[in-house]
């Protein structure tokens, strides 16, 4: 099978090209690099340069795609080369292609091919000096020097800048991708966060416009409707007013200088008053101290949505509601009635359960809520909605 060598960069061919080219026209006027009775050449005559340069300038192809194999090559051939008159171009050729080599190469060899040639570098000015005792012996060292490992040396010296330069390119793509995902999260967070407060502080509202809208519908008596009518009102006019307190929080109150209020424990007897009003039988037992806002809220809201909940869901009965502050936690229930319904008085999108677990998640909380039996077997059964909210300092930090 035959092996497809891969494809020269076109910077490559160029360079090979203009290397020909000029070692053809150093070669067309004669000038070499040494005499043609020098005692080393060994091949004399104006051909003679040619096949090295050749070579040298095809290897020139390679200095990308195969570094390794490129200096290889080129070093024999730099050494066939110096039985000959030489050629210049040639010997600049060799030195790019050690440049190649240390650029280009695998990363052992970025680091093996200066160690090597500053140990030739060293070699060939110490040895010979120490031979022939002339100082023109130290110009052997430093043409090996000029030829060898400067270029290696420059070739790593590029690397290395090169090599930092795209892992400080790889760090800002990383640094920006986190921080997009971080934007990304930041906002669905703030979404969530937006969709349970419009959903707690308007569903209660919606819901008993709906159940009283059709108490309305379904009854022919002017002092029923006229009575369902009122708590509608009422309803559209509170749930009006906290849709517009949700605006100029989303507006970052552009309209209203003051901060809206955020719903606190100490709504919870209006809350109840409220439920009341639209239908339920609802006791409040409440007692607690001093508690976090970030807790006072997440409470209020699931107060609130248990409260929507029982008027959409429950059974004929009472609604329950206890709240207890212990040392580091602020313990809630809240009770009502469960079966004996054929379907709900007001549909319900499932939501409501999702945003108490998330409330009760942020602040590192528990939440449960489901069915279970009454303590009285006459009573039937009661669905439960339980919550425990610690009132540490960590839910202090929590952002509402």
Known sequence: ???????????????????????????????????????????????????????MAGLELLRRTAPRTALA???????????????????????????????????????????VTGVLTLLATVVPFAVWRVPEALLIGVAVGVVAFAPASTGLIVRNHRDAAEAARLRAEQTALLAEMDRAQAVTAERARMARELHDMVANHLSAIAIHSTA???????????????????????????????????????????????????????????????????????????????VELAAYRIVQESLTNALKHAAKGTVTVWLRGRDDTLELRVTSPYGGRDAPRAPGSGAGLVGMRERAALLHGTFDAGPENAPHPADGRLWVVRASLPVTDTARGETR
Do not use: C, F
Request: without cysteine.
């Open 1 to 55: 099978m035959a092996v497809r060598l891969p494809r020269p960069h076109r910077h490559d061919v160029w360079a090979a090209l203009a290397g020909l080219l000029g070692g053809l026209a150093l070669w067309g006027i004669g000038l070499g690099m040494r005499p043609g009775d020098s005692a080393q050449v060994l091949w004399a005559g104006r051909w003679a340069v040619l096949p090295p340069l050749v070579l």
């Open 73 to 115: 090559a080129g070093t024999a051939t730099l050494a066939a080369d110096a039985l000959t008159q030489g050629n210049l171009v040639t010997l600049i050729i060799y030195t790019d292609l050690m440049y190649a080599a240390v650029l280009y190469g695998s990363p052992a060899a970025a680091r093996r091919v200066p160690r």
């Open 216 to 294: 309305a519908l379904s009854l022919d008596d002017p002092g029923t409707s006229k009575e369902a009518l009122t708590v509608i009102r009422e309803n559209s006019v509170q749930g009006l007013s906290e849709m517009r307190r949700l605006i100029g929080i989303l507006r970052d109150g552009a309209d209203d200088p003051e901060p809206a209020a955020t719903p606190t424990l100490d709504g919870l007897d209006a809350l109840v008053e409220g439920a009341r009003a639209n239908g339920l039988d609802v006791t409040l037992d409440a007692a607690y101290g001093p508690v976090p806002a970030p």
